[in-house]
């Protein structure tokens, strides 16, 4: 168990430039609290004792901002990096080394009693705010850019990105426009 937990404090040394030390990681990364929790929550899971699962992750949820469903299954060295917002539902499958930011769901999309989450190999990250849904499988080495909604399957070594954002108003439009006539007027911008 200490060995793993090392194993993850390393990764996410490797990947989060701001981790300056071991006891950082350890006290101030809500992300790997909820894995570490999940591991437990796993286990009481696959041992049948399903409401306690839940009754933790539902603690662990509260106190991360991160919901990992007990039925989840995560390799070793996932690092949920600024978790706050991130959800895994029971039956996705995440595998080796991979990293996920903040917002991200795997979901499903179907109420049968079947797989109904995303598989994601080793090595993929998944950027902030990003939404896979459904029984995909997204493979080894992709990228998933931020904001990316995939409801298909991804091949290995892939980048999937969101739309381009694009501009709404030049600069030049918006100094004539009477505050009042701004197409973001009352949004508090």
Do not use: C
Not at 30 to 43: E, F, I
Not at 104 to 119: A, D
């Amino acid at each position: 168990m200490l060995r793993r937990i090392l194993e993850d404090v390393r990764a996410i040394q490797e990947r989060d430039p701001a981790a300056r030390n071991a006891l950082e990681v350890i006290l101030f990364y809500p992300g790997m609290h909820a894995v570490w929790a999940h591991r437990l929550n796993h286990w009481l899971w696959q041992h049948k004792l399903r409401f306690l699962a839940r009754f933790l992750a539902h603690i662990v949820r509260f106190l991360t901002g991160v919901e990992i469903h007990p039925g989840a299954k995560l390799g070793r060295r996932v690092t949920i990096d600024h978790g706050m917002g991130v959800v895994i539902g029971e039956t996705a499958e995440i595998g080796n080394d991979v990293h996920i930011y903040s917002g991200v769901v795997l979901g499903g999309v179907s109420t049968e009693k079947k797989k109904r989450h995303p598989t994601v190999e080793d090595g993929v990250v998944i950027g902030a705010g990003a939404i896979l849904l459904g029984p995909i499988r997204v493979g080894k080495g992709a990228r998933i850019g931020a904001g990316a909604v995939v409801r298909e399957n991804v091949p290995p070594r892939a980048i999937v990105l969101a739309p381009s954002p694009r501009v709404v108003l030049k600069p030049e439009s918006v100094e004539k426009l009477p505050p009042a006539e701004l197409p973001f007027a009352g949004l508090g911008i």
